[in-house]
């Protein structure tokens, strides 16, 4: 049951919303693998301890509690990768899947439990690749699982101001199978995003005589991965685009629940507003690397520099919170999953569709949580007032999704 819950809710639920083969990522190589899996495959127990952990938080028990029976599925899923390992066996597709998903366990018990995730699992899989190089087991799968592997590693170095390995970006040099895309281009750009971002915070352990040039190559640097960054929006596919819903337009349900300002942004997916915000995220953070440069440079505060680099973030935190009307519509607590009673933005005339019914209640939580507390410090220079109606979002999500610290 729990196996068909996660499925159903959250690997079909994907491909009607994308479409197209070359937006999907590894979830959507999930089921042919594990159909492919032995009965012996870590990958079985693994996708039992994620399903088990879903199906747990949608019907009201936390996956962190005592009688969650998430965990024995987790711990089996652990033994088997190790067993593996042991026995010296091929790293196939189904290991690094079963690694993945063991992360996605701990992905969902951080997040019902309002904590910090673990990383060791993403890490163990970057060991894995090493030693079985670029391998391509599955030309549908394969290529995919690399790739989500180093969006992982990619995403946790930018929350964490690490930098991150070259290595990393040459693991699909020669995947030619891999069509270019919006996702792939973008990922491409945010390995450089964080590792100048890094650069940026060692700046304070760079010798005195080399500190002023140093910090000018990473302001130059910021600055094109900025122009870059604007680049790639422009030339997204004209479906990627967001369409602007303004107030009037918008139920007084879903202003009373959590709209920003007088418009918010509808696109064509919840994964395509995801992808959107970050892109978003990764402009903030070059911006707040230039202001923060500014003490290494003498930049005057009232100089155009800064000037320029806070009004950008100020925008762009905008276009952030003008999504959470599309991920949440009007929920303020827990409802079903698949629960049609909710509303969603929309242009005149036009109906939520039942993929969008169940991608946002799948996904929503995840998604914003993690880019809604990006813009959550008290040095990002947000508008007055943004910052508390942005905590007060947080606590609505955790409402909706029954977050408990643990």
């Given at each position: 049951m729990a196996v068909s819950f996660f499925m159903s809710s959250y690997i079909g639920t994907r491909k009607p919303a994308f479409g197209e083969d070359l937006e999907r990522d590894y979830l959507d190589c999930v089921w042919p693998v594990w159909q492919r899996a032995s009965a012996s495959s870590p990958l079985r127990p693994a996708i039992k301890a994620v399903g088990m952990a879903m199906l747990e938080a949608w019907s009201g028990i936390n996956p962190n509690s005592p009688q969650s029976l998430a965990l024995p599925h987790y711990q089996q899923g652990l033994v088997a990768v190790r067993r593996h390992l042991q026995n010296a066996q091929d790293i196939s597709d189904d290991v690094l899947g079963a690694t993945l998903m063991l992360d996605m366990y701990e992905s969902v018990i951080a997040f019902c439990g309002a904590r910090p995730q673990q990383t060791q699992h993403v890490e163990g899989a970057k060991a894995m690749i090493s030693q079985r190089g670029r391998l391509i087991y599955s030309a549908e799968s394969s290529p995919r699982i690399l790739l989500a592997i180093r969006g992982m590693l990619v995403?946790?170095?930018?929350?964490?101001?690490?930098?991150?390995?070259?290595?990393?970006?040459?693991?699909?040099?020669?995947?030619?199978?891999?069509?270019?895309?919006p996702q792939l281009s973008l990922n491409q750009i945010q390995f450089q995003v964080a590792n100048v971002q890094a650069s940026g915070v060692s700046l304070a352990e760079v010798s005195i005589e080399w500190k002023d040039a140093a910090a000018l190559d990473i302001l130059e640097r910021a600055r094109d991965l900025d122009e870059r960054l604007m680049t790639w929006y422009s030339s997204m596919p004209e479906s990627y685009r967001p369409v602007y819903i303004a107030k009037a337009d918008i139920s007084s349900s879903i202003c009373s629940a959590g709209l920003y300002g007088e418009y918010c942004t509808i696109y064509k997916s919840v994964f395509v507003a995801d992808l959107i915000n970050k892109h978003t995220n990764s402009r903030i953070r070059m911006n707040l690397l230039i202001?923060?440069?500014?003490?290494?440079?003498?930049?005057?505060?009232?100089?155009?520099?800064?000037?320029?680099?806070?009004?950008?973030?100020?925008?762009?935190?905008?276009?952030?919170?003008?999504?959470?009307?599309f991920f949440l519509g009007n929920r303020t607590k827990?409802?079903?999953?698949?629960?049609?009673?909710?509303?969603?933005?929309?242009?005149?005339?036009?109906?939520?569709?039942a993929e969008h019914y169940d991608s946002a209640?799948?996904?929503?939580?995840?998604?914003?949580?993690?880019?809604?507390?990006?813009?959550?410090?008290?040095?990002?220079?947000?508008?007055?007032?943004?910052?508390?109606?942005?905590?007060?979002?947080?606590?609505?999500?955790?409402k909706v999704y029954l977050i408990s610290p643990s």
């Open positions: 995403d946790r170095a930018l929350r964490k101001n690490q930098s991150v390995a070259g290595d990393v970006l040459s693991w699909t040099a020669e995947g030619d199978t891999i069509p270019t895309s202001i923060g440069l500014a003490k290494y440079l003498n930049i005057p505060s009232s100089g155009t520099i800064l000037a320029t680099a806070k009004n950008n973030i100020q925008y762009l935190a905008d276009d952030i919170c003008a999504t959470v009307p827990m409802l079903r999953l698949n629960d049609r009673s909710v509303e969603y933005p929309q242009l005149p005339g036009q109906q939520t569709t209640a799948a996904y929503a939580g995840f998604f914003l949580t993690r880019r809604l507390a990006e813009l959550l410090p008290p040095f990002v220079p947000l508008r007055d007032g943004q910052r508390e109606w942005l905590f007060g979002q947080m606590g609505r999500i955790r």
